[in-house]
């Protein structure tokens, strides 16, 4: 505890200029809003990594021309009170240094982290051996849970039109506070990215390296390697629509006995993936999908995604006929349907009350999306999801409201959401992990099908920011979570006290 209030007056005393540019962070209002809304007209869909590696923490260098290095220590310190006299206390502690020189750009973040979970977040690190957007959990004595979290990169903006980059991280593509089509929920893992800008057009190349652990947590040998390749191109079609278009390709690096490792046929930039698979007569995992985002007057933006892993427009219509006249003649609900679907709203200054951001969305994934025959080839990395965090089979709904007055910020939150689980020795959808080999049905599967499970989350937060240029903030959160369905259902709650810098999600709230 010396240590930590150290730590602390180094944190609060230290000199990094920084500012915010994430809805995910409390605080500097005015900041986000100005980047959000000088960016909607703009190629915003894909998230830098850089920038989001600290939950969109940007350190700001004032003289690009000169070499600049600069520090900033990270501290989470939390004590959480589930059921009294109960408490689960974490502790985290690490360092973020940036380095910027003309058109080089690098960075390393390291935290590490102790702490102990309540009942819900337990069962959860349990069940799946990682902490959402950190790394594989390691059990520790008094119940505390080791899990670390690293991220890096190098970026090089070569010219107006091409920038390189380099790193240990992850991305996020969307608008919305979830994704269905690339999300931050996983950890951190290698990757390339290659972007393009010409006209009104932003064209991003992604290769990504990631791990199959599922059952074979803490063997490394064990662990299977494989990578994503991934096409974004965002199109801003008018100052008030943009489109964007999304295919990625997931593929194991060893076939059997043969090491495939890196597949150079995917490296070609300007092909779609599709035919260059059936081209070289493989299976691997495709998923395309859109991003689009609609401006209407100043501070009102609507947006959606759609993402398709596998279907056939045939069983397509005859869910669409067998929604529109219910018929038991109708074979439909093919279970190769797999699509998701995103729909949302966000606000800033809504009735003209400054400091005030809300948003509405609701998400639908179904049932054995993102999987695949092969679980190495599954849409996910160290056992949790490259998109969205429940996976599968499930539908939800958000609302969130923040308000932002001179230090003072409040901040509600609602989710809702049901999915449907396997009991054991079924497959019903919502796990990556399980080939889709072993499905229950091939038609009449039906969203949130199995073992149905509600559940209702509920948090406001009160937070103080105690320090402007590093962001330190001190925090009071209530959570009222209920789950509902399950064999283990849970009602928790929680009072939680928090003092953090500036932190990446760790995506608890479902």
Known sequence: MRFLAVYTLLLIGSSVFAQQVNERNLFQYNEIKKAYWKNSQQHTSFKESYSDSIAGYQIIFKDEAKPQFKMRPLVDFSITNQSSPDLFQGLGLGSEFRFQHKKWNAGVSYLINRQQFVDYQNQFVKENKVVPGMDISKGLSSNYIRNNYLS??????????????????????????????????????????????????QYTNLFTSHRNIFQVEGRNELYEKKYTATHYLDWRATKWLSVGLFETIIWGAEEGNYTRGFDVNYANPFIFYRPVEFSIGSSDNVLVGANLKLTIAKNQVFYSQLLFDEFLLDELRADLTQLRNPNDSIRSGWWANKYGIQFGWTSFDLFKIKGLQTRVEFNLVRPYTYAHSNPTQAYSHNNLSLAHPLGANFYEYLVRLNYEVNRWNFAINYHQNRQGKSTFGTNYGENLQL???????DYENELTQGQQVNVQYLEGTVGYLLHKRTSTTVAITYINREETGSPQSLASNLFMIRLHSNLFNKYFDF
């Open 435 to 441: 080939t889709n080999v072993s499905r229950e049905l």
């Open 152 to 201: 890096g990169f190098v970026h090089f903006k070569a010219n107006q039109f091409f920038t390189l980059e380099a790193g240990f991280g992850r991305n996020f593509i969307g608008d919305g506070y979830r994704s269905l089509l690339l999300s931050d929920v996983s950890g951190s893992s290698p990757y390339l990215k290659i972007q393009t800008k010409f006209w009104n057009i």
